[in-house]
C-alpha cells in the first residue's frame, strides 16, 4: 500500500488549495478513504472521510463549511479542496485508509502553510 500526498504549498490566510492524494498497492475503491493532519507539536487528527463511492462525506468541525473531500476511483485518487484557509491549517496532510490509519502507516504527507 503506498499514498503520494502532494498540492501543499505557502498560502496566505483567506486563500485556497486542493491537496491530491494517489494511491496504489490495493483495490481502491473498495475501500473509505481519510484526510489527517498534524501541526507541530500536536496529535494527528483526522479532517476529512468520504466512503468508497462517495456517498458519505464527513468533516472535522473545525473544516466543515470550508473544506470538501472527493475521489476519483478510476484515477485512485482522493483529494481535499480547502477554501477559506486560517493559520492553525497549518499542518502536514496525509491520506490513508482507515487500516492504515490504526496500523499508524503514513505517506510522506504534503505541508500545508497558511500565513502572510
Known amino acids: 500500500v503506498q499514498f503520494v500526498e502532494s498540492g501543499g504549498g505557502l498560502v496566505q490566510p483567506g486563500g485556497s488549495l486542493r491537496l491530491s492524494c494517489a494511491a496504489s498497492g490495493f483495490t481502491f475503491s473498495n475501500y473509505a478513504m481519510s484526510w489527517y493532519r498534524q501541526a507541530p507539536g500536536k496529535e494527528r487528527e483526522l479532517v476529512a472521510s468520504?466512503?468508497?463511492?462517495?456517498?458519505?462525506?464527513k468533516y472535522a468541525d473545525s473544516v466543515k463549511g470550508r473544506f470538501a473531500i472527493s475521489r476519483d476511483n478510476a484515477k485512485a485518487t482522493v483529494y481535499l479542496q480547502m477554501n477559506s484557509l486560517k493559520p492553525e491549517d497549518t499542518a502536514v496532510y496525509y491520506c490513508a485508509t482507515r487500516t492504515t490509519a490504526t496500523s499508524n502507516s503514513w505517506g510522506q504527507g504534503t505541508q500545508v502553510t497558511v500565513s502572510s
Open positions: 468520504i466512503s468508497s463511492w462517495s456517498v458519505t462525506k
